[in-house]
């Protein structure tokens, strides 16, 4: 077997190079028991980094008019502490956060139950690490997702 074959070049990476030589990974949320497409399918990861955004930009609003009284410096501290409270109120209680609203999406466990606030406090900790976000797996499941057994799905 040629090894450059297995490994894949720069562009492609190796699960490129395993397809070619007919290796089948599904598709994401296979595993799970998810559907292709669809109401329940895997969350795209650009709407989910959308999402993202639009919650911390609003998070940064309501710490700048609210809590830091325009002063950008506070803004930047007070941000934190109301995106980790906005997220373990409304995916403790609702499953998702007003920017997961607006994309069609919905975080659950992969049980189909809803997250508990503690499981959601625990999840959101770990997004403001940043780290355990940006590690994901083939389900496109951070590890912040997976420490949690939480998957954001399309609804």
């Given amino acids: 077997m040629d090894t450059r074959r297995a ?3 720069w562009i492609s990476g190796p699960r490129a ?9 599904g598709y994401p949320g296979e595993r799970l028991g998810l559907p292709r497409t669809g ?3 895997i969350a795209p990861v650009g709407r989910r980094i959308a999402a993202l955004f639009v919650d911390w930009g609003l998070c940064v609003l309501i710490a700048y008019g609210l809590l830091a009284r325009g002063d950008l410096g ?3 501290m007070w941000t934190s502490a109301v995106f980790f409270v906005a997220s373990v109120l409304f995916i403790g209680t609702l499953g998702f956060t007003p920017g997961k609203r607006l ?3 919905r975080l659950v466990r992969a049980d189909g139950e809803r997250l508990s ?3 959601a406090m625990l999840r959101t900790f770990l997004l403001l690490l940043v ?6 797996d083939r ?3 951070g590890l912040h997702d997976k420490a949690v057994r939480a998957v954001q799905v399309r609804f």
Avoid at 17 to 25: R, T, V, W
Avoid at 131 to 136: F, G, N, S, Y
């Fill in 139 to 141: 389900d496109y499941r």
């Fill in 103 to 105: 994309l069609r999406l």
């Fill in 39 to 41: 109401p329940g399918s």
């Fill in 17 to 25: 190079a395993a397809e070619e030589m007919g290796a089948d990974f």
């Fill in 117 to 119: 606030v503690l499981a």
């Fill in 74 to 76: 506070a803004t930047n």
């Fill in 7 to 9: 490994v894949g070049s």
């Fill in 131 to 136: 780290i355990p976000a940006v590690v994901w």
